[in-house]
């Protein structure tokens, strides 16, 4: 389907859920959004991740990414520039960074566990200095539940985090301060990758 019939189908859509749940005070520009991330931000698997509990700035700068290019969707661009004024990119983002995500009870942090056996584990609290690669938890926090500028990785869906990550190694996305996740991307093999995906989605 061509892009622009099927935004026309997704903006249809986004108007029918609205009405009905008139309750939800969702802003008009957060319409389109919501047809593929859903009312609730918690996103589809195969389709749309979750972003539902994000760090608003996180938000911001990764729409603004498919404005500039420096993320690869012909989708994604052209809803993101459907939000035509910053105003609206800000707006958005603190509309789904501000609905609940997944609540984690048993947060593990980095020097919890010495003695860690399973390798995806051994990647997210401990990295492999080796390869220069640092804990996962390093930048995104505990469990993977995110922090300032970096995004939860905690139930977001395993096809999601592993396609990111395939960007980030073919350097089809870019646009982190000083190349970070390229870099650590490009060291990984297709068997971490997909280790880690499931390791982060199974996080409840």
Request: aromatic share 4%; glycine share 6%.
């Amino acid at each position: 389907m061509p892009i622009k019939k099927l935004i026309h189908s997704l903006i249809s859509i986004s108007a029918l859920l609205l009405s009905a749940t008139p309750a939800l005070a969702t802003p008009p520009a957060a319409m389109v959004c919501a047809s593929c991330h859903g009312m609730n931000g918690l996103g589809n698997p195969n389709l749309a991740p979750m972003i539902a509990g994000m760090d608003e700035n996180h938000l911001v700068e990764q729409i603004n990414n498919f404005k500039n290019g420096q993320r690869k969707s012909p989708l994604m661009t052209s809803m993101a520039m459907m939000l035509a004024t910053p105003e609206a990119v800000q707006e958005v983002s603190a509309f789904f960074a501000a609905l609940p995500a997944p609540a984690i009870s048993n947060i593990e942090k980095r020097g919890d566990n010495v003695i860690i056996t399973d390798p995806a584990r051994k990647l997210v609290y401990q990295g492999d200095r080796e390869r220069n690669i640092p804990a996962c938890a390093t930048c995104h926090g505990p469990s993977g539940l995110g922090v300032e500028h970096f995004p939860r990785l905690a139930s977001q869906h395993a096809d999601y985090i592993s396609q990111q990550l395939i960007a980030w190694q073919t350097k089809q996305r870019s646009g982190n301060h000083n190349n970070v996740m390229a870099t650590i991307a490009q060291q990984l093999t297709a068997t971490e990758i997909q280790q880690l995906a499931q390791y982060f989605a199974t996080i409840k």
